[in-house]
């Protein structure tokens, strides 16, 4: 389970059946679970909705050779809620 700030969103994707792709840790020791879901997330609406922490930081990884994402980071506890990219 990740962090107590980004469990809530964890727990609503889940809830809604989106499938996980990946759980574990994803790029560095620097991350510790990071859950990739098989959606493209609107993070503006997930913020407003979750009222998220300051700590919970935008992400986006456009290199299409690493993989296209987007998604949430926990900079305190280094989890993050990550999905498909808009425009992969």
């Known amino acids: 389970m990740v962090c107590e ?14 499938r996980i792709t990946f759980r574990g840790q994803a790029w560095s020791d620097n991350c ?4 990739y879901f098989d959606c493209v997330l609107n993070r503006d609406d997930l ?8 700590c919970v930081v935008d ?3 456009r290199d299409p ?7 949430l980071v ?9 999905g498909r990219h808009p425009a992969a």
Do not use: Y
């Open 74 to 82: 926990c900079t305190r506890d280094h989890d993050a809620i990550i």
């Open 59 to 61: 992400h986006e990884n």
């Open 5 to 18: 700030h980004l469990a809530p969103v964890e727990a609503e994707l889940k809830a809604q059946g989106v």
């Open 65 to 71: 050779r690493s993989g296209m994402e987007l998604g």
């Open 47 to 54: 913020r407003r909705r979750f009222r998220l922490a300051p």
């Open 32 to 35: 510790r679970e990071w859950v």
